[in-house]
């Protein structure tokens, strides 16, 4: 091989490296049967059990060791993404030990979750009571601002644009 086509091969691996940023769930332990409302209505069954779930954050608090997290949770492709085209299938809390910068993990922003089910946490949504699974977390991906099925980072072409 010539030092032109290690070159070439070299930057054609760096661009394919960096164009693949999913994360790696790790769901061997994971019950991917399992929805919010289940949860709800068997906690004693369930409580342990791993899941991985994920959606739309509606809002965060920060505690004195820990943050946590409200979200409507949707249907997850493959790759754990958040279908916001599906029907939301109830709400929940993730908790995570230490802090979350809230203006980070702020309202509207899409997360993915895998982590165990502690409990239920009653509430309300507006004024009206309201249920909560409690998941603590053991991995969790704040997916990236714009939404990667209609802007994949990746543009070619030439010409002006404009936004």
């Known amino acids: 091989m010539t030092n032109k086509s290690l070159i070439a091969a070299a930057l054609a691996l760096l661009i394919l490296t960096g164009c693949s940023n999913l994360p790696k769930f790790d769901t061997r332990q994971v019950d991917r049967s399992l929805i919010p409302s289940h ?10 059990k791993t899941i991985m779930w994920g959606g739309t954050i509606l809002s965060g608090k920060n505690f004195k060791d820990s ?38 993990y702020a309202q509207g922003r899409l997360i993915t979750v895998i982590g165990t089910v502690t409990g239920v946490i009653k509430a309300t949504v507006g004024e009206s009571p309201y249920t909560y699974p409690n998941i603590q977390s053991q991995q969790l991906h704040l997916w990236d601002k714009f939404d990667r099925k209609s802007n994949t980072g990746v543009h070619f072409g030439i010409g002006v644009m404009f936004h």
Do not use: H, M, N
């Not at 949860?39 to 342990?48: A, F, N």
């Not at 993404?81 to 993730?94: A, H, I, M, S, T």
């Open 39 to 48: 949860v709800v209505s068997d906690i004693k069954t369930l409580k342990g």
């Open 67 to 104: 943050s946590r997290l409200e979200v409507l949770a949707y249907p997850l492709d493959s790759d754990g993404w958040p279908e916001r085209d599906q029907k939301p299938l109830g709400r929940f809390y993730v908790t995570e030990k230490g802090y979350l910068e809230t203006a980070d």
